[in-house]
């Protein structure tokens, strides 16, 4: 299900800090009731190959998503036991040593259920009790979401597997979403912060194309 235009869901899931401390959290209420932007990233499973990589990618460019008052969440559907175990790891070893943000701890599957994220190999559809049951350790896709200061999804991408994220293309997306918010002008193919955007108007997109196409 496609969440963009719309407000993220309302769920309450676990989580884990850096401390190894577990409590709950809601995404909507991080973005509404502190009044920032979250970069939600969802990674496959712990103790991996590209993870690793994506997860201490994110923590070099914290201080970016800061300075553009948003929180960064990490999450996957590994316990929170299983996340202090990487968190505890040294990063030349494959580790997460080091990670500040939170990790979502999605074990039930309620949130990336509703996201329709999981990547569901093996399964069969009880029609008499219109349960799915699923066999194995389904996890999910590397799925990723930018939610403004009112809930709403503004940005959503899913990576397969193999494909890593580049970080920069999400602050990219929030220059350019703020820019929007502040403005009042849309944001054409390739924009940077510092870049002309336009007005949304047939006018403005044909002086915009007469000098840049």
Not at 56 to 75: C, D, M, S, Y
Not at 112 to 124: A, E, G, K, M, Q
Not at 193 to 203: D, I, L, V, W
Request: glycine share 6%; charged share 25%; with cysteine.
């Amino acid at each position: 299900m496609a969440y963009t235009g719309k407000k993220f869901p309302n769920i309450t899931v676990n989580a884990m800090n850096e401390m190894g401390d577990t409590f709950k959290i809601n995404v909507l209420e991080e973005a509404q009731k502190k009044n920032k932007k979250v970069l939600l990233f969802w990674y496959p499973k712990d103790f991996t190959f590209v993870c690793p990589t994506e997860l201490h990618a994110f923590q070099a460019a914290l201080p970016e998503f800061e300075k553009r008052n948003t929180i960064v969440i990490g999450a996957s559907c590994d316990s929170a036991e299983v996340h202090f175990a990487w968190l505890s790891t040294p990063k030349d070893n494959g580790g997460i040593e080091g990670i500040t943000y939170p990790i979502i701890a999605d074990t039930n599957r309620n949130l990336s259920n509703v996201l329709d994220i999981l990547d569901i190999t093996n399964h069969t559809f009880d029609e008499a009790t219109d349960i799915l049951q699923v066999e194995g350790d389904n996890v999910t896709y590397r799925a990723t979401y930018i939610i403004d200061e009112e809930g709403t999804v503004v940005h959503e991408s899913i990576n397969h597997m193999p494909l890593g994220r580049n970080v920069n293309e999400f602050l990219r997306l929030i220059d350019a979403y703020t820019h929007v918010q502040e403005k009042g002008e849309v944001c054409p193919a390739n924009w940077e912060e510092g870049k002309e955007a336009m007005k949304p108007n047939s006018k403005d997109t044909a002086s915009y194309l007469a000098t840049h196409a």
